[in-house]
Structure formats: structure tokens, C-alpha cells
């Protein structure tokens, strides 16, 4: 079936340092979602890739969409302490509702 | 907004209890979903559903049943709780998308079981 590697899973960063988390799909994807959970909290939707080469931003945070269609990252430039969470890439390849697959999520940890 | 509710937050059952986790949306989703999230396993589909009375194996459904009798609620159901199944537990519903897309998940905040 489908996998979905995102890394690194742990990420330590000190206040106003960039952070990036990378997710890697086995099979070409239709489109690629994102989510962040808060610690204590569950996973709130970010954003949505659907075309090849695609780049979205989002005040500091920049999305990508792989020319294959096949990895996309997230990019967050001058991390604050409101950064801090887990963040998902979620696959879709289609299939119908089960299709998504996400990844194992990345911890962003911020020291201030 | 989509709100998305589960019956409990915290929730501590013995070994070989029925245990019943209820979810409601109340944006007539179509699909509904039930995840188990464990440390460095991150979320993995235990079952979902795209409509009343219909309902699919997810990636692991072993030791656990769901229920959709009406649109807006879908349960999670183990018949006999074993200590492996302490984790916490999220539903999630979407609208059905397109063929070649899917919608956005809207998760609810999540029910942490512990089987003792």
C-alpha cells in the first residue's frame, strides 16, 4: 500500500530560526495536505497542494508540491513559540475516502 | 464552522470491557473516520465510513467495530479492551470530495483511553 515518510521526526530549533519538514510518497499523489496539532490538541487543516510544482505560502510558512507529485515540504521562516506542534503531511492518491495516508508528523521544538 | 465532538476526553476502562467511543459532526459530512494516535506511529485508520450504515476496514481494524446508524455520529467500538489499545483516539469527518480529490479531515479533540 501507500506510504508516506515524513521527516526528521523530532526538530529542535531555537526562536526565529527557519524550520523544514520533508514528506516522501511511495506512489504519485493527487494532492498533499498538511495539518497541525498543538500539543494537547488534534489536527487542524493548514493548506492543500493539488499541482505539480505548486508553492503556496502562508505568512511565514511556505508549502511545496514536488514536480512528481511525489514529496512536498514545509518550510517556516523565523519560527516563534506559537510555532510549536506537530506538523502532518497527508497524502492522497485516490481511491476514495480511505485514500488519505498520513505521515508520522514532525515535533517542532522551540527554545526561546 | 465544523465542529466535530467526541464523548469523552479522558476515558480508563479495564482489560475485557465493552468500550463505546462516540463522535458527532454536525456539518452532514458524509464520511467519518476513527484514528489511533500512538508516539512515533502517528495516525493510522482503524475504520471509516462514507454513509449511513456503510462502513470499511481501515489499516488496523482487529479488535475494534464501528457503528453509523445515523449521518451525524459515528462509534468506535471495542468489544474486549486490551492494554494494547490504550491510546488516544481521534474522529474526523469530511465531505466526500471528487473523484480524484479529497476534502478536508475536521477532527474532533480526541479521547484518551486507558486500559488498565
Known amino acids: 500500500g501507500q506510504q508516506v515518510m515524513q521527516i526528521p521526526q523530532y526538530q529542535h530549533v531555537q526562536e526565529g530560526e527557519d524550520f523544514t519538514t520533508y514528506c516522501n510518497s511511495s506512489t504519485t499523489l493527487s494532492n498533499i495536505q498538511w495539518y497541525k496539532q498543538r500539543p494537547g490538541g488534534h489536527p487542524v487543516f493548514l493548506i492543500q497542494?493539488?499541482?505539480?510544482?505548486e508553492v503556496k505560502k502562508q505568512k511565514r510558512l511556505t508549502f511545496q508540491f514536488g514536480e512528481a507529485k511525489k514529496n512536498s515540504s514545509l518550510h517556516i521562516t523565523a519560527t516563534q513559540t506559537t510555532d510549536v506542534g506537530t506538523y502532518f503531511c497527508a497524502g492522497y492518491s485516490g481511491g476514495g475516502a480511505d485514500g488519505l495516508t498520513f505521515g508520522k508528523g514532525t515535533h517542532l521544538i522551540i527554545q526561546p | 464552522d465544523v465542529k466535530v465532538t467526541q464523548s469523552s476526553r479522558y476515558l480508563v476502562k479495564r482489560t475485557g470491557e465493552k468500550v463505546f467511543l462516540e463522535c458527532v459532526q454536525d456539518?452532514?459530512?458524509?464520511?467519518m473516520f476513527w484514528y489511533r494516535q500512538d508516539p512515533g506511529l502517528g495516525l493510522r485508520l482503524i475504520y471509516f465510513?462514507?454513509?449511513?450504515?456503510?462502513?470499511e476496514k481501515g489499516d488496523i481494524p482487529e479488535g475494534y467495530s464501528v457503528s453509523r446508524e445515523k449521518k451525524e455520529r459515528f462509534s468506535l467500538i471495542l468489544e474486549s479492551a486490551s492494554t494494547n489499545q490504550t491510546s488516544m483516539y481521534l474522529c474526523a469527518s469530511s465531505p466526500p470530495g471528487l473523484a480524484v480529490s479529497t476534502d478536508t479531515q475536521y477532527f474532533g479533540p480526541g479521547t484518551r483511553l486507558t486500559v488498565l
Open positions: 456539518m452532514d459530512h458524509e464520511n
Open positions: 465510513s462514507y454513509d449511513v450504515k456503510m462502513k
Open positions: 497542494l493539488v499541482k505539480s510544482g
